[in-house]
C-alpha cells in the first residue's frame, strides 16, 4: 500500500498480542523490517521470519530500553520508525486504588512509552536521520472514565510527551504523534470487561454489549482499525502531521 515503507526499520513494543500484534503484521505486510519488542519474549534479538525479529524488553527499564535500541541499530539499522503499543491497566475506583496500581499503570504506559521514544529519538538525531514516532495513547487521553484512574491519568501523560516532544523535534525531521483508540477487541479488553464488570455488577457479556451501544459506527475495533492508522502516520501521505492525537473510536470520540 506506501512503497515508501519496504524495508524501513519499524520498532514495536507490545508487539505479542492485540494491537501491538495487529500493527507488527501491518508493517510486514509492507515490507518492512519489524522488530517486535514485549516482555513476554525469550532473551535476546530474535530472528523469526526473514523480515521479523523479537527482542524481550520490559519498556519500565531504562538500561534494558538503551541496550535494545543499540543492540538493533547495530545489527539491523537506525530504527526509523517507533510504535508504542506496550500497556497495561488496573480497574478500580478513584477511592480504591492503590499507589501499587498507580505506579503500574505510570511506570507501563507513561514512562515506558516515553523512554523508548527518548532512545529512538536520540539515536535518530545523533545519526541526523528523520523518522516517525507513533505513541498508542487512547480515547482514556482525552476523557475521564469511571473506575480508571490511574488508567486515564497515564494516557493523558502519552498525549503530552507527544505534543511536546513534537515540538522538540519537528526541525530534525522526526513527526510524533498519537492515535486514540476506542473499544478495541484484545486480550486486554476481556480483562478489563471482567474486571470492570465485577466491581459494576456487571457481567462481561453485558460490558460488551453496553461498550457496542456507545460507538456510533456500530461495532466494536479490532487491531487492524488501528494497524491502518499507524501505516498511515508513518506514511509520506502523513508528513505533514505532527503533535496529534488521532482518535481512532468508531466515533465514540470526536474531539
Ligand atoms: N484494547 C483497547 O480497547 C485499547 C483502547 C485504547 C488504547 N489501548 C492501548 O493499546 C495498547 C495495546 O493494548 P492491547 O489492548 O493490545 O493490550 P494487550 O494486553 O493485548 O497487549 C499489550 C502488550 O503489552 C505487553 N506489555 C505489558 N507490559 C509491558 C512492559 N512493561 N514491557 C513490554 N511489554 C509490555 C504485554 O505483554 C502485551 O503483549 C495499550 O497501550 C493499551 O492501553 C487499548
Given at each position: 500500500m506506501f512503497d515508501e515503507l519496504r524495508g524501513?526499520?519499524?520498532?514495536?513494543?507490545?508487539?505479542?498480542?492485540?494491537?501491538?500484534?495487529g500493527i507488527v503484521d501491518a508493517f510486514l505486510g509492507e515490507g518492512s523490517t519489524v522488530i517486535s519488542a514485549d516482555l513476554s519474549f525469550p532473551e535476546g534479538l530474535l530472528r523469526r521470519q526473514?523480515?521479523?525479529?523479537?527482542?524481550?524488553?520490559?519498556?519500565?527499564?531504562?538500561?534494558?530500553?538503551?541496550?535494545?535500541?543499540?543492540?538493533?541499530?547495530?545489527?539491523?539499522?537506525?530504527?526509523?520508525?517507533?510504535?508504542?503499543?506496550?500497556?497495561?491497566?488496573?480497574?478500580?475506583?478513584?477511592?480504591?486504588?492503590?499507589?501499587?496500581?498507580?505506579?503500574?499503570?505510570?511506570?507501563?504506559?507513561?514512562?515506558g512509552s516515553f523512554l523508548v521514544a527518548k532512545h529512538v529519538a536520540a539515536r535518530l538525531v545523533d545519526q541526523e536521520r528523520t523518522g516517525r514516532i507513533v505513541f498508542i495513547s487512547s480515547q482514556a487521553g482525552k476523557n475521564g472514565y469511571r473506575g480508571m484512574t490511574a488508567y486515564v491519568a497515564s494516557k493523558h501523560a502519552v498525549l503530552g510527551v507527544t505534543k511536546t516532544m513534537a515540538t522538540e523535534l519537528a526541525s530534525r525531521g522526526i513527526t510524533v504523534n498519537a492515535i486514540c483508540p476506542g473499544i478495541i477487541e484484545t486480550p486486554m479488553k476481556h480483562r478489563e470487561r471482567i474486571e470492570g464488570g465485577a466491581i459494576r455488577g456487571m457481567t462481561a457479556e453485558e460490558v460488551a454489549a453496553e461498550d457496542r451501544s456507545q460507538v456510533p459506527l456500530g461495532r466494536t475495533g479490532t487491531p487492524e482499525d488501528v494497524a491502518g492508522v499507524a501505516l498511515f502516520l508513518a506514511s509520506d501521505l502523513a508528513g505533514y502531521m505532527t503533535g496529534q492525537g488521532i482518535n481512532v473510536t468508531g466515533g465514540m470520540t470526536m474531539h
Open positions: 524501513r526499520i519499524v520498532l514495536v513494543t507490545g508487539g505479542a498480542s492485540g494491537i501491538g500484534a526473514e523480515h521479523a525479529w523479537t527482542i524481550r524488553l520490559d519498556v519500565r527499564d531504562e538500561d534494558a530500553v538503551a541496550d535494545a535500541v543499540s543492540q538493533i541499530g547495530e545489527r539491523l539499522g537506525t530504527i526509523d520508525t517507533l510504535v508504542t503499543a506496550a500497556g497495561t491497566s488496573t480497574l478500580g475506583f478513584a477511592t480504591e486504588t492503590t499507589s501499587a496500581q498507580w505506579d503500574l499503570n505510570l511506570d507501563v504506559n507513561a514512562k
